[in-house]
Antibody, heavy 119, light 110 residues
Framework: QVQLQESGPGLVKPSDTLSLTCTVS????????WSWIRQPPGKGLEWIGHIYYSGNTNHNPSLKSRVTISVDTSKNQFSLKLSSVTAADTAVYYC?????????????WGQGTLVTVSS | QSALTQPASVSGSPGQSITISCTGT?????????VSWYQQHPGKAPKLMIY???KRPSGVSNRFSGSKSGNTASLTISGLQAEDEADYYC??????????FGGGTKLTVL
């Protein structure tokens, strides 16, 4: 059974960079896309972006160039960096596994980690 | 504002059926069968309930079904049970190789 676990600081200062890591266990990171998805308190889900195990990435255009996603196959981990954060970036951040062709969806999710942006 | 439009809330009595709609455009829901639905209980991670418009993952009750017509996808839950009370989100792949979610629908079992 594949399991995902997010880790990283729960508090980030405005204008700083938010950094999170997702560790995958019970399966290999190879052969799949891996996504970051967030959910502001009391609001809906927002897809941030994803990375293929080989390093190809794509992200939500609404986040412009603030998003960097990387992968470390040797550690079975992938990471998110979100720069220049504001209070609007306060959310529960989830990592998830993408299923790709022929069907695209998210089949395994981490439990989520709350990141608060505040001074 | 979410890219896909869902009703904010729906409700039904135990045993009844309800349907949640998810409206997009020809660049997402209407253009791809990569429509999926997720159930989220308070404080929990979302759980995949439907993928490829109408397919159920192993372990998901056959009371859950999905369909699509044009730019609108739908999730139907039949034989409502108390445990079905949760938030439901639709998701679609898009023409620019991204994913979108709906704003979520709160299901109340009366």
């Amino acid at each position: 059974q594949v399991q995902l676990q997010e880790s990283g600081p729960g508090l980030v200062k405005p204008s700083d960079t938010l950094s999170l890591t997702c560790t995958v266990s019970g399966g290999s990171i190879s052969g799949y896309y891996w996504s970051w998805i967030r959910q502001p308190p009391g609001k809906g889900l927002e897809w941030i972006g994803h990375i293929y195990y080989s390093g190809n990435t794509n992200h939500n255009p609404s986040l412009k160039s603030r998003v960097t996603i990387s992968v470390d196959t040797s550690k079975n981990q992938f990471s998110l960096k979100l720069s220049s954060v504001t209070a609007a970036d306060t959310a529960v951040y989830y990592c998830a596994r993408d299923r790709t062709l022929p069907f695209r969806y998210f089949d395994y999710w981490g439990q989520g980690t709350l990141v608060t942006v505040s001074s | 504002q979410s890219a896909l439009t869902q009703p904010a809330s729906v409700s039904g009595s135990p045993g009844q059926s309800i349907t949640i709609s998810c409206t997009g455009t020809s660049s997402d829901v209407g253009g791809y069968n990569d429509v999926s639905w997720y159930q989220q209980h308070p404080g929990k991670a979302p759980k995949l309930m439907i993928y490829d418009v109408s397919k159920r993952p192993s372990g998901v009750s056959n009371r859950f079904s999905g369909s699509k017509s044009g730019n609108t996808a739908s999730l139907t839950i039949s034989g409502l049970q108390a445990e079905d009370e949760a938030d439901y989100y639709c998701s679609s792949y898009t023409s620019i190789s991204t994913f979108e979610f709906g704003g979520g629908t709160k299901l109340t079992v009366l």
